[in-house]
């Protein structure tokens, strides 16, 4: 009894019913995950950036963290995105507030 390697179809890959569907799946899939790369560079700029904010800020005599300006961009992704906004928000600056 002979076992041959399967391989998923693009269809079971995708979930999609058609092939149609999995094709325009599969593109759509790969540029979320384009815009994922994307995403993930811009945030790590934005940590370098706020790193040398914090720096400055500390450097001077200063807290590591201003509340208002986090509060000012708490409320910019609420507005722009709603109540989830408001979440991805808290998480970018976690993930800013490194250690200086």
Known sequence: MSTAP?????TDVTGARTEDA?????GARERI?????RIIGLVQERMAVSAVIQ?????SGGRR????REMDVLG???????KPGTSLAMTLLELCRGRV
């Open 6 to 10: 399967t391989t998923a179809s693009t």
């Open 22 to 26: 999995a094709a325009l799946i599969t």
């Open 33 to 37: 995950d384009a815009l994922d790369d």
């Open 55 to 59: 720096e400055a800020r500390i450097t």
């Open 65 to 68: 963290v201003n509340l208002s």
């Open 76 to 82: 910019r992704y609420r507005d722009a995105l709603g």
